[in-house]
C-alpha cells in the first residue's frame, strides 16, 4: 500500500503519455532510416535554429543531449562516462558530451559504426552530419569537433550573438544580429543541398516554420496556465513532455495536436482546481538542468507537499511574438530563435537586472508562479547551467523575498548527486519558506 501511495505523489497528465511515446519513438525513426539508407544527423539542441530546416530536408534527427537523458534514466550512463574517462577526456567536462564521447566510442572501436547492442530506445545511428550551436555552452561546439576523433563525419556550427543587455537596446544591434541569423541560415541551406544533392523545398520549409511557432505557443500556454493555485501540473510532466519542443522529436504536425491535449487537460484541471498532488503546502521552482538519473526524488518532495510549478527558463518555449508579416522563413527562424534568448531583456533592462540573459527570467516567474522557495541545482559539470545560480539566489531574495535551497549534482553522472542528503535538507527549508512567507506578507507581497 505504501509503495502504491507513492507512485500518486504526483498526479501525472494522462495527455503527457502519447507525447513521450512520440518522443521514444523517434528513436527508432532514426534506426529504420539508416537501415533503409535515409541520411540520420546529430544535432545539438538548437532552440529551432537548425531543426526546422533539417526537417524540411527530410533528414532524420537525434540529440546527443537528449540522448544523455536517455541513458542516464535508463542507468546506462556510467559505462558511457568510464569510456569517456579512458579515453582521455577530463571528468569535469559536460555529463552530455562524456555520455556521447563514451558511446560513439564503443559504437566505432567495438562494432564498426553499427549501434552497440545495450543502448536504450534503439540508441544514436551513425550520422552523415554533426550540427553544432554556440548558444549558451561552452562546450559545444569543441564537443562535436572531438567527435571527429571517432567518426569522419563534416560539423556545421549554428552562429548565433547574444549581446549584453544593454548593449540589445544600442542603436541597429538587434537588427544586425536577425541578419547576420539570416545568413548564416541561408549558408546553411546551401551546405546541406550539397551534402544531400537535393535542392531545398521552401513551401514545406515555411509549413514547418509555422507549424513549429504554434506549437510553441500552445506550449507556451500549457506553462501559462500552471500560475494556477493549485498548480494543474508538476515539472516531472514538463520534463517528460518537453523535448517534443525543444528538440523537435517526432513529427511536427503530430506533435502539435498532442501539445493541445495536453492544454486541454491542464485547463480541465484548473477550472476544477485539481493540482498536479494531492496537497500544495510549497509552491517551487527548479533550476537548471535536472538530475535525469534521478526524477523520483521529486515524489519524495512531492508526499511533503511541495509542488514544482517552473523550472528552467531555456527549456521553455520563447514569449510569444507575431511573426506573421514575416515572408522568408529563415527571418522567421531567426526571429524566434533570437526571442527565445532575449525575450526577458526589456524587463531586465528596466530593473537594471543586467544578467538577464540567465537570471533575470526567474525573478518574473517568482511574481508570475508566486513560488514560495527556488531549488538551485550547480551542476559540477555544466558551468553554464551553474554560474548564475548564486546571482539568482540573490536576486530572489533581494527582490522578492523568496529564499533557495542549494543541492549540487549533475545531469548525467549519478555519482554526483545524493538523494538521501538532499531529503535531509527538506524540513530546515520548510521552516525557511514558512518565515519567508510571513515575511513577504509583512512587506505587502500578494503571496
Not at 541597429?172 to 541561408?186: A, Q, W
Not at 525543444?246 to 493540482?275: A, M, S
Not at 533581494?398 to 535531509?424: N, Q, T, Y
Request: aromatic letters at 14%; a negative charge.
Amino acid at each position: 500500500m505504501a509503495t502504491e501511495e507513492k507512485k500518486k505523489a504526483i498526479s501525472r497528465l494522462k495527455s503527457m503519455y502519447p507525447l513521450r511515446a512520440e518522443v521514444d519513438k523517434s528513436y527508432q525513426k532514426s534506426v529504420e532510416a539508416m537501415r533503409a539508407g535515409k541520411p540520420v544527423a546529430w544535432a545539438m539542441v538548437n532552440w529551432w535554429e537548425g531543426d526546422v530546416i533539417l526537417k524540411a530536408m527530410d533528414l532524420e534527427v537525434v540529440y546527443p543531449e537528449n540522448f544523455g537523458t536517455v541513458c542516464a534514466s535508463a542507468g546506462i550512463a556510467e559505462s558511457y562516462l568510464d569510456r569517456a574517462d579512458a579515453d582521455g577526456f577530463p571528468t569535469h567536462l559536460c555529463g552530455y558530451s562524456r555520455n556521447t564521447f563514451g558511446y560513439t566510442s564503443r559504437m566505432m572501436k567495438e562494432f564498426g559504426g553499427e549501434i552497440p547492442p545495450e543502448a536504450p530506445m534503439g540508441g544514436m545511428p551513425k550520422p552523415v552530419l554533426l550540427l553544432a550551436s554556440d548558444i549558451i555552452c561552452d562546450a559545444r561546439y569543441k564537443w562535436f569537433q572531438a567527435l571527429g576523433r571517432y567518426m569522419g563525419v563534416p560539423v556545421w556550427t549554428l552562429e548565433m550573438p547574444i549581446p549584453g543587455v544593454k548593449e540589445l537596446f544600442m542603436e541597429g544591434v538587434y537588427e544586425r544580429c536577425i541578419n547576420f541569423m539570416v545568413k548564416e541560415l541561408r549558408e546553411f541551406v546551401t551546405f546541406l543541398e550539397r551534402l544531400l544533392g537535393r535542392k531545398m523545398d521552401w513551401s514545406i520549409l515555411d509549413e514547418t516554420v509555422n507549424t513549429t511557432i504554434e506549437l510553441n505557443r500552445v506550449w507556451h500556454e500549457v506553462n501559462e496556465l500552471r500560475k494556477a493555485k493549485p498548480c494543474p501540473m508538476h515539472s516531472r510532466d514538463f520534463w517528460s513532455a518537453m523535448p517534443a519542443s525543444f528538440f523537435l522529436l517526432g513529427d511536427v504536425k503530430d506533435t502539435l495536436e498532442l501539445y493541445r491535449d495536453i492544454y486541454n487537460e491542464v485547463k480541465y484541471r484548473v477550472d476544477n482546481h485539481i493540482g498536479a498532488i494531492a496537497e500544495e503546502k510549497y509552491r517551487l521552482a527548479f533550476s537548471e538542468l535536472p538530475p535525469w538519473h534521478s526524477l523520483g526524488f521529486f515524489d519524495r518532495l512531492a508526499e511533503r507537499g511541495w509542488n514544482f510549478v517552473i523550472e528552467s527558463w531555456a527549456y521553455h518555449p520563447p514569449i510569444p511574438i507575431d511573426l506573421s508579416g514575416v515572408s522568408d522563413p529563415l527571418e522567421r527562424i531567426a526571429r524566434l530563435t533570437f526571442q527565445s534568448q532575449v525575450g526577458y531583456f526589456e524587463g531586465a533592462m528596466k530593473e537594471r537586472e543586467y544578467f538577464g540573459y540567465m537570471g533575470y527570467p526567474y525573478l518574473v516567474y517568482a511574481r508570475e508562479y508566486k513560488y514560495d522557495g527556488a531549488f538551485l541545482h550547480p551542476l559540477i559539470t555544466c558551468r553554464s547551467a551553474s554560474t548564475h545560480l548564486k546571482y539568482v539566489q540573490e536576486m530572489l531574495m533581494r527582490k522578492v523575498k523568496v529564499p533557495s535551497i542549494v543541492i549540487e549534482g549533475d545531469i548525467v553522472d549519478l555519482r554526483l548527486f545524493d538523494p538521501a542528503d538532499a531529503l535531509s535538507k527538506a524540513e530546515p527549508f520548510e521552516e525557511t519558506m514558512e518565515h519567508y512567507k510571513k515575511v513577504r506578507k509583512e512587506e505587502g507581497f500578494d503571496w
